[in-house]
């Protein structure tokens, strides 16, 4: 079979390299020459709305998928015209925009913040009022790792943080004392059947991932089996076929929706070495209509990102259980150039193996 995967970043590079090993063909579209995919896999230069570029990836493609949300839905829509698109555009409209991924939390019973949308001052004001401080102001579209964010501490900045996200369309919403990050990725095949991933737990810093543990420490099989049953009720609800990532929020035994991811996940990438099914591989084989594999841990694992700078490879393959993706990317600041991944066959090993790889890590 032929994928067509639109976006060829490292999320795009990891689906193709998987796809390979199954004998899948897959093509990405990518504005940028040099792409991290376009190393691996055949891929087309082209813009996300260039109709001429994503009609060319229609016919190279028995189905076509996507690894961001960001993807115009006119184009996943010009694209769904002329071959399957999995998972549909209806996905990528809920999670587009922060005000209608909450709106799908609340009909689906899933907990959030408090929050309150925001399309001026005087909502933003409004908003306050309703929502309390300490709060986060995000804006409703294109926000990601922390972009687009401006944390309010006191109501006298609230013309800084209207001008922080760019005065757009925004969502205010409180912020929460969580205990710590979660995430649960969870897969649908074409026949409607649904596996899901043990619960993984995510440190973030100045809004990006750094480090997840998987499966997460001390997570309850209640807390799992609630989180299941939240990606379960997304799934179900957008009729999605493909790997999904929930972000959330643990507040002692309770959790709270955060983010909807609707592709293969960063929080994702332990499941390489870590799980019986690698994300990439479970994603590919949900939207070609092949059986979904089993997703449980093979042990404890850790993954770390490397983010700006890469470490040198030497050092850390010197880690036992330690394994080193790069993604072919140039280093800038904030950029994510590639992932470490450990496994052990014990947590206190894992730990050990951890502390003997973080100061490694150039803290770029
Ligand atoms: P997001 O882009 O919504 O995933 O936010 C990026 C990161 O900012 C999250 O992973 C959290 O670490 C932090 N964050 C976002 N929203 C909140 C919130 N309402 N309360 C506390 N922390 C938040």
Redesign the pocket.
Known sequence: MRVGIVGGGQLGRMLALAGHQLGLVCTTLDPAEGSAASQVAPSIVGAYDDRPALASLAETSDVVTYEFENVPVEAARFLAAQVPVRPGPQALEAAQDRLNEKALFGELGIPT?PFAPVDDLASLEDAIERVGLP??L?TRRL????KG?FVLLDPVRAEDAWRAVGERPSIL????A?SR?VSVLAARGLEGDVVAYPLVE?R?RE?ILRLSLAPAPEATPALQARAEGFARAVLERLDYVGVIAI?L?QVGEELLG??IAPRVHNSGHWTIEGATTSQFEQHLRAVCGLPLGEATARGPSAMVNLIGALPDPADVLAVPGARLHRYGKAPRPGRKVGHVTITAPTREALEERLARLLPLIPEA
């Open positions: 913040a709060a986060v995000k926000g990601y790792d922390g964010q919403e409180a912020k929460v969580f990050e995510n973030h809004g972000e929020f955060n983010e």
